[in-house]
Antibody, heavy 118, light 114 residues
């Protein structure tokens, strides 16, 4: 079946980087964009960026432009989101979600909790 | 950037009664191709968000027909014809029109059962 499986929870120190993976299965990996969305504890959803696995082009939210890098590995059908210079406000659940152009984010990963401690 | 504003932020509903959530954008979401780039999502407690509606009014696969989306331009509405207990959660609208691509969510509307 179609699913996105994310890597496990992470605990990082302030100033460090974190890399979260999202493995896609059950569909043609290069046919769908992959987005990253995060949710701080008790807060709403915040869009971070997306990648076109077919070619690797990316778009990022302005507030993350300098700190986030989204990449993909077509050989393993994985997308990666790396966030650098972590601070306490980056403590959140990070989700990957796929999109077939303009038809919404229809499949979501289970989420990865990233905790940043000082 | 396009700002999305939802109302109400909290919505207590009696089972079997209808419910309505408003989403307004700071700029028109109507593309020259005639599509409104507005989605609705539901995040049930403890779960990942799920897609309900895309392009303003198209129901996603498997979404019950008691959910409907309407609106155009800057004003959109999600309606639930008869609320059921399983509809509890936080509803978000999201725009996807901005160029270069930057997507933004509304603050969320928490639906609870009375």
């Amino acid at each position: 079946q179609v699913q996105l499986v994310q890597s496990g929870a992470e605990v990082k120190k302030s100033g460090a980087s974190v890399k979260v993976s999202c493995k896609a299965s059950g569909y043609t990996f290069t046919s769908y964009y992959m987005h990253w969305v995060r949710q701080a504890p008790g807060q709403g959803l915040e869009w971070m960026g997306k990648i076109n696995p077919n070619g690797g082009s990316t778009n990022y939210a302005p507030e993350f432009q300098d700190r986030v890098t989204v990449t993909r590995d077509t050989s393993t059908s994985r997308v990666y989101m790396e966030l650098s210079s972590l601070r306490s406000e980056d403590t959140a659940v990070y989700y990957c979600a796929r999109e077939l152009a303009v038809t919404g984010l229809d499949i979501w990963g289970q989420g990865t909790m990233v905790t940043v401690s000082s | 950037d396009i700002v999305m504003t939802q109302s109400p932020l909290s919505l207590p509903v009696t089972p079997g009664e209808p419910a309505s959530i408003s989403c307004r954008s700071s700029q028109s979401l109507l593309h020259s191709n005639g599509n409104n780039y507005l989605d609705w999502y539901l995040q049930k407690p403890g779960q990942s968000p799920q897609l309900l509606i895309y392009l303003g009014f198209s129901r996603a696969s498997g979404v019950p027909d008691r959910f409907s989306g309407s609106g155009t331009g800057t004003d959109f509405t999600l309606k639930i014809s008869r609320v059921e207990a399983e509809d509890v959660g936080v509803y978000y609208c999201m725009q996807g029109l901005q160029t270069p691509p930057v997507y933004t969510f509304g603050q969320g509307t928490k639906l609870e059962i009375k």
